[in-house]
């Protein structure tokens, strides 16, 4: 069974610090992708990154960076120097490599508050 | 180009009512699909339609169905309303071509039931 786990239910953070976010997940896949979304109160999903399986590779993309672990089944999300825009709840989400007509199994998702 | 759009974006019903969730997939998709996200909860699969067929559905009871028409638009209805059908309802879409690309999602329906 495929499964994702964030253990942090909420965050909060003074703006400008630096804060991670954790994402475990379980899956019998050999290959599979791994995506962060974003939801910020208006309610809707902001597509973050997608990783696959077979690229261990970590990425940044401006403040933020993705360290994905293998060996540990973990997909952990960074946020360097928090903005208050940043206040959101944050879905970590798994689907098999060809996730055409899969659906996608989302974390419980992890609240973020950044105060000023 | 437009992205997946929902409507309505508010909706409010009473215990036993009716509702009815649509959805136009991004132009070229061909499969919608629709996720509840209860307060408090994650976001938990309903249906998958795909060339106008039910394709997969989530752990939901029948009351939870929906269609998809030739256009690819689709519909998500809700029969019988009971309170813990509160939740915001979101739709994603995606294409056979482009398989490996993360699903679109729309910016939901909240739905009240009062």
């Known amino acids: 069974a495929q499964k994702v786990t964030q253990a942090q239910t909420e965050i909060s953070v003074v703006e400008k610090e630096d804060v991670t976010l954790d994402c475990v997940y379980e899956?019998?896949?050999?290959?599979?992708?791994l995506f962060w979304y974003k939801q910020p109160p208006s309610g809707e999903l902001v597509f973050l990154i997608r990783?696959?399986?077979?690229?261990?590779q970590n990425e940044i993309s401006g403040r933020y960076s993705w360290n994905f672990q293998k060996s540990t089944s973990s997909f952990n999300f960074t946020i360097t120097a928090s903005q208050v825009v940043d206040s959101a709840v944050y879905f970590c989400?798994?689907?098999?490599?060809?996730?055409?007509?899969?659906?996608?199994?989302f974390g419980p998702g992890t609240r973020l508050s950044v105060l000023p | 180009e437009a992205g997946v759009t929902q409507s309505p974006t508010h909706l409010i019903k009473t215990r036993g009512q009716q509702a009815t969730l649509r959805c136009s997939p991004i132009?070229?998709?061909?499969?919608v699909y629709w996720y509840q996200q209860a307060l408090g909860l994650g976001l938990q699969f309903l249906l998958w339609?795909?060339?106008?067929?039910?394709?997969n559905r989530g752990n939901f009871p029948p009351r939870f169905s929906g269609r998809q028409f030739p256009n690819y638009s689709s519909e998500l209805n809700v029969n019988a309303l009971e309170l813990e059908d509160s939740a915001l309802y979101l739709c994603?879409?995606?294409?056979?071509?482009?398989?490996?690309?993360?699903?679109?999602f729309g910016d939901g329906t909240r739905l009240s039931i009062l």
């Open positions: 899956t019998r896949d050999t290959t599979y992708y």
């Open positions: 989400a798994l689907s098999p490599f060809d996730n055409y007509g899969q659906n996608f199994v």
């Open positions: 994603a879409s995606s294409s056979r071509e482009n398989s490996n690309q993360p699903q679109h």
């Open positions: 132009s070229g998709h061909t499969s």
């Open positions: 339609y795909d060339e106008g067929e039910e394709r």
């Open positions: 990783r696959n399986s077979f690229d261990e």
